[in-house]
Nanobody, 123 residues
Framework: QLQLVESGGGLVQPGGSLRLSCAASGFTLASYRIGWFRQAPGKEREGVSCIFSSGGTVNYADSVKGRFTISRDNAKNTVYLQMNSLRPEDTAVYFC????????????????WGQGTQVTVSS
């Protein structure tokens, strides 16, 4: 069964860092484009970043540029989102998703989704 599982969320103070992981089972992540999305209460799901099979990356949220970095470890079948200089407005449930097609910041592009992990930035 194809599955994505996020981990690494939690409570962090403003200015702190977290690294989220997206582990795949039942399929090889290297064959897919993997995106990170986030959804804050009362808001639509927002594309954050995406990584190609080649390792190339693209960011969709201007607010995270220079602070968040997406990467992948194909040997571990895992994609990461390193989040630095966190702000209260980064508080959201973070999801990873897999696309057989292109990278994009649109939810409809992705066929497989994890259950999400909560990130809360607060003092």
């Amino acid at each position: 069964q194809l599955q994505l599982v996020e981990s690494g969320g939690g409570l962090v103070q403003p200015g702190g860092s977290l690294r989220l992981s997206c582990a795949a089972s039942g399929f090889t992540l290297a064959s897919y484009r993997i995106g990170w999305f986030r959804q804050a209460p009362g808001k639509e799901r927002e594309g954050v970043s995406c990584i190609f099979s080649s390792g190339g990356t693209v960011n969709y949220a201007d607010s995270v540029k220079g602070r968040f970095t997406i990467s992948r470890d194909n040997a571990k079948n895992t994609v990461y989102l390193q989040m630095n200089s966190l702000r209260p407005e980064d508080t959201a449930v973070y999801f990873c998703a897999a696309s057989r097609g292109a990278c994009s910041g649109y939810v409809s592009t992705y066929q497989y989704w994890g259950q999400g992990t909560q990130v809360t930035v607060s003092s």
